[in-house]
T-cell receptor, first 114, second 114 residues
Framework: AQKITQTQPGMFVQEKEAVTLDCTYD???????LFWYKQPSSGEMIFLIY??????QNATEGRYSLNFQKARKSANLVISASQLGDSAMYFC???????????FGKGTKLSVIP | NAGVTQTPKFQVLKTGQSMTLQCAQD?????MYWYRQDPGMGLRLIYY???????DKGEVPNGYNVSRLNKREFSLRLESAAPSQTSVYFC?????????????FGPGTRLLVL
């Protein structure tokens, strides 16, 4: 069974600074996908970014980028130029190519300080 | 487009009562999912429907039933609610699992079982 680990229960970052949220995964699958979602205090789950296991380049979406290190089985989210609105829970999730299930980590609570 | 919608937003039940959570998507997606989120945890898959007319169990199916009414709608039923089913329930949809498509989530339903 796949396992997703987010080792940082909480993080603080100064506004306008960059921050890295860690995510490691454990799988024997060759083809898989990694996702990051944001959950603000209002509760909805917002998709941020996706990385496929065969993608040669790290994914980027605006201020979000994914630092994908396949050999180390890590898929860290980097948020550049943090904004107050980035304060939220962030979840890393894994999906194997043959599975419908998204396996989620326990999340990291990010707090952006003015 | 509304994306994924869920009703109700909040519900309080007494132990033993039944209820149905409704979900609809307007993105013409093939696959739909029901997750639950408990405090301090990521989401866990209850049931999914790969396509219209099919449903399958996820990680935590006990105590739930689902119906894929048509391509747009996927409902979750609690036949006899228990306090352990107090949770936030999310519906999601995606277009095609073979290509590891992103799952898009509804706003969630907060359920309290007394």
């Amino acid at each position: 069974a796949q396992k997703i680990t987010q080792t940082q229960p909480g993080m603080f970052v100064q506004e306008k600074e960059a921050v890295t949220l860690d995510c490691t995964y454990d799988t024997s699958d060759q083809s898989y996908g990694l996702f990051w979602y944001k959950q603000p205090s209002s509760g909805e789950m917002i998709f941020l970014i996706y990385q496929g296991s065969y993608d040669e380049q790290n994914a980027t979406e605006g201020r979000y980028s994914l630092n994908f290190q396949k050999a180390r089985k890590s898929a860290n989210l980097v948020i550049s130029a943090s904004q107050l609105g980035d304060s939220a829970m962030y979840f890393c999730a894994f999906s194997g190519a043959g599975s419908y299930q998204l396996t989620f980590g326990k999340g990291t609570k990010l707090s952006v300080i003015p | 487009n509304a994306g994924v919608t869920q009703t109700p937003k909040f519900q309080v039940l007494k132990t033993g009562q039944s209820m149905t959570l409704q979900c609809a998507q307007d993105m013409n997606h093939n696959s739909m999912y029901w997750y639950r989120q408990d405090p301090g945890m990521g989401l866990r898959l209850i049931y999914y429907s790969a396509s219209e007319g099919t449903t399958d169990k996820g990680e935590v199916p006990n105590g739930y039933n689902v119906s894929r009414l048509n391509k747009r709608e996927f409902s979750l039923r609690l036949e006899s609610a228990a306090p352990s089913q107090t949770s936030v329930y999310f519906c999601a949809s995606s277009s095609d699992r073979e290509r590891l498509e992103t799952q898009y989530f509804g706003p969630g339903t907060r359920l309290l079982v007394l």
